[in-house]
């Protein structure tokens, strides 16, 4: 089944700890992305990918880190989280030139 | 500063009726505006898109009218059914990458 999958889909941390959201698109897609959805702000693109090793900042990129080494994953970094960063996060993947993005299914984050 | 602004933030309509959905942009940069549908707990789902050089694309029950010199465009949801309802976003992209979504508009079709 073509999918696109998050780990972990809940996460509680607390301020300071590293954690790692990791993505996963068995479509063979060259476009991933992460966002991040807040009530009232819709969704905000936090990094996108075109390709292996090409990764660029969407509108929210700070405090975020990611990266691209293999074509069907892009994991979301967060090096020291912080309490404004507990969010509803989407990662989302498509084919260049297509329209359709396919989105995963959401991780949600509580950052104490 | 939001990119694109949606409204309205929520949206009650009869079952039959038809739902509007509107959202502005300033950047006439911005070269691709799809629409998505997004139930709980579940991911957006692409609903449907229009290029800045169609004034209007159809598909089934769903439309999406584009007004470019007022930098505004909508979505028509025609005989609207209680399966419609969800969460509706806007979304304007910019250079086929980067996207800006508006705030979304919660629609709750009564049967």
């Known amino acids: 089944e073509a999918q696109v999958t998050q780990n972990p889909r809940y996460l509680i941390t607390v301020t300071g700890k590293k954690l790692t959201v990791t993505c996963s698109q068995n479509?063979?897609?060259?476009?991933m992305s992460w966002y991040r959805q807040d009530p009232g702000l819709g969704l905000r693109q936090i990094y996108y990918?075109?390709?292996?090793?090409?990764?660029d900042k969407g509108d929210v990129p700070e405090g975020y880190k990611v990266s691209r080494k293999e074509k069907r994953n892009f994991p979301l970094i967060l090096e020291s989280p912080s309490p404004n960063q507990t969010s509803l996060y989407f990662c989302?993947?498509?084919?260049?030139?297509?329209?359709?993005?396919?989105f995963g299914p959401g991780t949600r984050l509580l950052v104490l | 500063q939001q990119q694109v602004k949606q409204s309205p933030q929520s949206l009650i309509v009869q079952k039959g009726g038809i739902s509007i959905i509107n959202c502005a942009y300033e950047?006439?940069?911005?070269?691709?505006f799809p629409w998505y549908q997004q139930f709980p707990g579940k991911g957006p789902a692409l609903l449907i898109a229009?290029?800045?050089?169609?004034s209007e694309k159809k598909e089934g029950r769903f439309t999406i009218s584009f007004n470019k010199s007022a930098k505004q465009f909508s979505l028509h949801i025609m005989d609207s059914q209680p399966g419609d309802s969800a969460t509706y976003f806007c979304?304007?992209?910019?250079?086929?990458?980067?996207?800006?979504f508006g705030s979304g508009t919660k629609l709750n079709v009564k049967p």
């Open positions: 989302a993947s498509r084919l260049r030139g297509e329209e359709t993005q396919y």
């Open positions: 229009i290029r800045p050089d169609v």
């Open positions: 479509m063979n897609h060259e476009y």
């Open positions: 950047n006439t940069a911005f070269d691709y």
């Open positions: 979304a304007a992209i910019y250079n086929f990458n980067k996207f800006y």
């Open positions: 990918s075109m390709n292996v090793e090409v990764t």
